[in-house]
């Protein structure tokens, strides 16, 4: 799968959870796994790359960031689960702004999940600037993750 509303995409009629492989987007597929029953499924884990607006992909032709979100999201995936993946999860490789793609994918499902990354202290109770502006604009509930610190 490559982007929202590609060819290849089944319809998202489930959850959708932002992975970036850090550890808020590890949590946030454990929690997605734990709500899959009460809220309904599929699982879509989505990973979304971008080239650099400087242009590092001319600078850098072997860069591949779409093999590169691959690879994140299957070590996050790893991570989150080991060898008990949810039945039916899905996957999403997409380019563009991440908001703007995990937004995209929340018209179609019942529910986004993404996670907060703070700086520790009074500054990791504000959200990050994806997790804001899908709270925002998500056209479904979404569940923002704070990292446990227990």
């Known amino acids: 799968m490559t982007e929202p509303g590609g060819p290849e995409q089944p319809p998202l009629t489930g959850i959708v ?3 970036d492989g850090s550890p808020g987007s590890i949590d946030a597929l454990r929690w997605a796994a734990r709500l ?9 884990a989505a990973a979304v790359w971008q080239y650099p607006v400087s242009g590092v992909g001319s600078i850098y032709p072997a860069w591949a960031p779409e093999a590169e979100a691959r690879d994140v999201l299957e070590a996050a995936l790893a991570e989150a689960f080991g060898e008990d993946v949810p039945a039916g999860l899905g996957t999403l490789i ?3 702004p991440t908001a703007h793609v ?3 994918a929340s018209r179609r499902a019942r529910l986004l999940v993404v996670g907060a990354r703070g700086l520790g202290g009074f500054r990791g109770l504000l959200l990050g600037s994806v997790s804001a502006t899908c709270a ?3 056209s479904c509930p979404v569940l923002v993750v704070h990292r446990s610190t227990a």
């Not at 899959?36 to 879509?44: F, K, L, R, Y």
């Open 17 to 19: 959870v932002g992975v």
């Open 36 to 44: 899959e029953e009460s809220v309904g499924g599929p699982i879509v």
């Open 94 to 96: 997409a380019s563009g």
């Open 102 to 104: 995990l937004i995209e």
């Open 136 to 138: 925002e604009h998500a």
